[in-house]
């Protein structure tokens, strides 16, 4: 009896320290909020007739980095080049619309994964921050657990799988456990997973993280459909969801009252025909009280001093006096006529 009473005092004496120490370690860890946006733009699709994931990809890029997203912190990635591609009738050039009211590849794009390096090895390395040494800084996603990352993803996918190139494939289950990945080396504070591809929803139920807000352009079973051809180009040129997504982003600008809940209804069945998903569970914040420039913005901490007070001029009036030290060799001058010591 003697020994159960000393075994639970100890008990109760180490739970209770435990309690503290708990505590005490809730107390001390930083609370990190919401301090710096990161993008992840893709398209996985090759080919001229796949003419339109390319401008999908193009116009997201263009819209956040108007938005305020430097390209230091997007993540580009074109696995074909349509602009420079010999069927494009106008050369350096991809348009999101048949009026051609919008250059979207412009002057200024930066592509960070161009053509055959745009595979899921190297998506699923990107995300995980498991890249070789000596990988450019503009082909790194660089984030922390401040960071607001949105993915975009664009190109042919089924139930449950991405296409890459056409060759292969991303699961659901993997893109689910490199965003697990993420989480647990503390990659991201916040993120949006957005895609456009057949049965997009199929790619985010697998998901399991925490502080994932996820949209697709269509059910399980269903097909992602096209916009509208232009007939000078032959092919597609943009997806009926990402057109709503852009026609929606190119409304705002970057001081917009304008939240995620709303962005999440840009594209209802009877314009998209497809029906848009949405997963919120694992999301934390109501999306109608989430500003949409949380995710395609960028945070730009600034201090506004309004009063300097005048600092006094000191003046140095301190004298320095130099003193000379002795010299520890004496100086021989060389010998200029060697005959005059004969």
């Known amino acids: ?22 505590a005490q370690l809730e107390f001390e860890l930083p609370k990190n909020g919401h301090t710096n946006n990161w993008a992840v733009l893709v398209d996985t699709s090759r080919f001229w007739f796949n003419y339109r994931h390319v401008a999908n990809v193009l116009s997201i890029y263009r819209s956040v980095k108007r938005l305020g997203i430097p390209d230091s912190q997007i993540i580009l990635m074109i696995a074909d080049d349509m602009a420079c591609n010999p069927r494009n009738p106008r050369p350096a050039t991809v348009f999101n619309n048949a009026n051609q009211h919008i250059n979207v ?4 794009v930066e592509v960070d994964y161009r053509g055959y390096e745009v595979t899921v090895e190297n998506f699923v390395r990107l995300l995980t921050g498991r890249l070789p040494p000596g990988t450019p800084r503009s082909k790194q996603l660089i984030t922390d657990e401040g960071s607001n990352v949105l993915i975009y993803l664009t190109g042919h996918g089924g139930d449950g799988f991405l296409k890459f190139q056409d060759s292969e494939e991303i699961t659901s289950q993997e893109m689910a456990d490199a965003l697990e990945q993420m989480w647990q080396k503390q990659r991201y504070h916040e993120l949006f997973f957005m895609i456009d591809t057949c ?3 199929s790619m985010y139920e697998r998901f399991y993280s925490p502080n994932i807000l996820a949209v697709g352009s269509s059910l399980v079973g269903e097909d992602s459909l096209s916009h509208h051809v232009d007939p000078a180009i032959g092919v597609y040129i943009i997806d009926r969801y990402t057109y709503h997504a852009l026609d929606f982003l190119e409304s705002i600008d970057e001081h917009t009252n304008k ?3 709303e962005f999440l209804s840009v594209c209802p069945k009877r314009v998209c025909i497809s029906t ?4 919120r569970d694992l999301f934390r914040r109501n999306p ?15 201090e506004v001093i309004t009063q300097v007070a005048p600092q006094p ?24 006529n060697f005959n005059s010591l004969v």
């Open 105 to 108: 590849y412009g002057d200024d």
């Open 288 to 302: 109608f009280e989430v500003p949409i420039t949380d995710f395609f913005g960028s945070v730009r901490p600034v």
């Open 313 to 336: 001029e000191v003046l140095n009036k301190t004298r320095y006096q130099v003193t000379s030290t002795p010299k520890k060799h004496r100086y021989v001058p060389p010998l200029v």
């Open 276 to 279: 848009v998903g949405v997963r």
């Open 259 to 261: 939240t995620m809940g």
């Open 1 to 22: 009896m003697k020994q159960l009473t000393i075994i639970l005092c100890f008990s109760v004496i180490f739970l209770s320290s435990l309690h503290q120490n708990r």
């Open 199 to 201: 049965q997009a929803a």
